[in-house]
């Protein structure tokens, strides 16, 4: 069966200092992988998908980054945090076809001190 | 384009009383629709998908969600809520063809003892 995993699952950092998340998926090949950004009432917003290897798609401009150097991990990053970055991460991978629903891994709060 | 929205941002009932949750969705094509339920501080866990075929679809823990296509929705409900029902509850819309998944803002149910 596959298996989503994303670490660590809650983050302290300073204003200004670098991130990066990690999310890997088990047990299927190719998947479609994506980075949320959750804020309270405001839904899922969707900031990264891939459909490939270094295949990255931006959907929101800011101070964040996403990298997919293996076919099943996917990485959020950013250089220098600012405070707004505050909030719950969300990876989600889906197989190919879009009638596949997604599948969530169990996110990672970020906190900016 | 596609959209998705929820307008009740909280509902409150009764154990045992019904529930109805609703969502309203917007495309110019066909569409994929999902419910999603979310646990405090965990990731998002697909409840029940409309694909195609019957209109009607059900959860294995008692929701179930009808797809109108012509008031374009997709309510979720159940005859009989239970405590461990109080979540927060994800409608998304994913059109065909499109590598993207819209997410509405979520209702928070809340089950009353």
């Known amino acids: 069966s596959q298996t989503i995993h994303q670490w660590p699952a809650t983050l302290v950092q300073p204003v200004g200092s670098p991130l990066s998340l990690e999310c890997t998926v088990e047990?299927?090949?190719?998947?479609?992988l994506y980075w949320y950004r959750q804020a309270a009432g405001r839904g899922l917003q969707l900031l990264f998908y891939?459909?490939?290897?270094?295949?990255i798609s931006s959907e929101v401009p800011q101070n964040l980054s996403a990298s997919r150097p293996q076919d099943r991990q996917f990485i959020l990053s950013s250089k220098k945090l600012l405070l707004s970055d505050s909030g719950f991460y969300l990876c989600?991978?889906?197989?190919?076809?879009?009638?596949?629903?997604?599948?969530f891994g169990d996110g990672t709060r970020l906190s900016i001190l | 384009a596609q959209s998705v929205t929820q307008l009740d941002s909280q509902v409150p009932v009764f154990e045992e009383a019904p529930v109805e949750l609703r969502c309203n969705y917007s495309?110019?094509?066909?569409?994929?629709l999902f419910w999603y339920v979310q646990y405090p501080n965990q990731g998002l866990q697909l409840l029940l998908k409309?694909?195609?075929?019957?209109?009607l679809v059900e959860s294995i823990n008692g929701f179930e969600a009808e797809f109108n296509k012509s008031q374009t929705s997709f309510h979720l409900r159940k005859p009989s809520v239970h405590i461990s029902d109080t979540a927060e509850y994800f409608c998304?819309?994913?059109?065909?063809?499109?590598?993207?998944?819209?997410f509405g803002t979520g209702t928070k149910l809340q089950v009353i003892p």
């Open positions: 409309y694909l195609s075929g019957s209109t």
């Open positions: 891939s459909v490939g290897i270094g295949q």
């Open positions: 047990g299927t090949s190719n998947p479609n």
């Open positions: 989600a991978w889906t197989q190919g076809g879009s009638n596949q629903p997604q599948h």
């Open positions: 495309s110019s094509v066909s569409v994929y």
């Open positions: 998304a819309v994913r059109s065909v063809g499109y590598q993207k998944v819209t």
